[in-house]
């Protein structure tokens, strides 16, 4: 549980941030995508006798860039994701037989695992975080102006062509340090909810993700609690708790207006 709440703070403090931008850039779709392929790669890395985290590491980093491509226009963002998705979903399920690893292990890659989570996981996930934040600091002007004033950007002259792969990424690293705690299914709940739930409160990019750190940690936290005290699993009480919050967002913005 020490190993898991520490890899939760991390966990929770990249998605939260990372979500600002995922929100602002309109790339839900692409962090649901990347759970799949996420799990994908998770069991490609049992196959190879690897660490989950390193399988999912180079699946979702090759796949981002690409798919992101496929993804970049609308008219067939939709046909996109179906297709990476379906084929990646394939792919997991044809390495995990292949592995022939037992049901409960399977179940850990796809929805998350609190016991599976050592002290080299944590110690190889602070390393990987670090270097995402690291990141984010150096190109943080420059990725807010491209992500909530895109247009303003290219008159600019801003290299808006390597902010968007650096941030893809980005991306793919935040998905498999996430994937350790809620599962590679689930991995879009933090960073979508708890940074869309922090629009509604706050309007600027630092206090955003701010809050939207706060609401990931609330989740995480809790959830790793009762997930101990109830032998449930994780991550149904991290997406019912980010839920909660996100409904009682749009709740007060109702209210609001």
Same mark, same amino acid.
């Given at each position: 549980?020490?190993?898991?709440?520490?890899?939760?703070?991390?966990?929770?403090?990249?998605? /939260?941030?990372?979500?600002?931008?995922?929100?602002?850039?309109?790339?839900?779709?692409?962090?649901?995508?990347?759970?799949?392929?996420?799990?994908?790669?998770?069991?490609?890395?049992?196959?190879?006798?690897?660490?989950?985290?390193?399988?999912?590491?180079?699946?979702?980093?090759?796949?981002?860039?690409?798919?992101?491509?496929?993804?970049?226009?609308?008219?067939?963002?939709?046909?996109?994701?179906?297709?990476?998705?379906?084929?990646?979903?394939?792919?997991?399920?044809?390495?995990?037989?292949?592995?022939?690893?037992?049901?409960?292990?399977?179940?850990?890659?796809?929805?998350?695992?609190?016991?599976?989570?050592?002290?080299?996981?944590?110690?190889?996930?602070?390393?990987?975080?670090? /270097?995402?934040?690291?990141?984010?600091?150096?190109?943080?002007?420059?990725?807010?102006?491209?992500?909530?004033?895109?247009?303003?950007?290219?008159?600019?002259?801003?290299?808006?062509?390597?902010?968007?792969?650096?941030?893809?990424?980005?991306?793919?690293?935040?998905?498999?340090?996430?994937?350790?705690?809620?599962?590679?299914?689930?991995?879009?709940?933090?960073?979508?909810?708890?940074?869309?739930?922090?629009?509604?409160?706050?309007?600027?990019?630092?206090?955003?993700?701010?809050?939207?750190?706060?609401?990931?940690?609330?989740?995480?936290?809790?959830?790793?609690?009762?997930?101990?005290?109830?032998?449930?699993?994780?991550?149904?009480?991290?997406?019912?708790?980010?839920?909660?919050?996100?409904?009682?967002?749009?709740?007060?913005?109702?209210?609001?207006?």
């Amino acid at each position: 549980m020490q190993n898991a709440y520490m890899a939760g703070t991390l966990i929770a403090i990249i998605s /939260g941030i990372m979500g600002v931008f995922v929100i602002a850039r309109n790339m839900s779709f692409l962090t649901h995508t990347l759970s799949e392929i996420g799990f994908a790669g998770a069991a490609f890395g049992i196959f190879m006798g690897w660490q989950p985290l390193n399988g999912m590491l180079l699946f979702t980093t090759i796949s981002s860039i690409g798919v992101g491509e496929l993804g970049a226009k609308s008219s067939r963002r939709e046909n996109a994701i179906s297709a990476v998705s379906a084929l990646a979903i394939g792919l997991g399920i044809l390495f995990l037989s292949l592995a022939d690893t037992n049901a409960s292990y399977a179940t850990g890659i796809l929805f998350g695992s609190v016991i599976g989570i050592s002290r080299a996981n944590v110690i190889q996930m602070m390393a990987l975080s670090a /270097g995402v934040l690291l990141t984010l600091v150096v190109i943080y002007r420059f990725l807010k102006f491209d992500s909530f004033d895109p247009i303003g950007a290219r008159v600019e002259g801003l290299w808006t062509r390597t902010l968007s792969v650096i941030f893809l990424i980005l991306l793919a690293f935040s998905v498999s340090v996430a994937a350790q705690i809620v599962g590679s299914l689930l991995i879009f709940i933090l960073l979508t909810l708890p940074a869309a739930a922090a629009k509604y409160f706050v309007h600027t990019v630092g206090k955003m993700a701010g809050l939207a750190v706060i609401f990931a940690l609330v989740g995480v936290w809790t959830g790793l609690y009762l997930s101990y005290v109830t032998n449930w699993p994780v991550s149904f009480f991290i997406a019912a708790i980010e839920a909660g919050i996100y409904f009682i967002a749009l709740a007060v913005d109702w209210a609001k207006n």
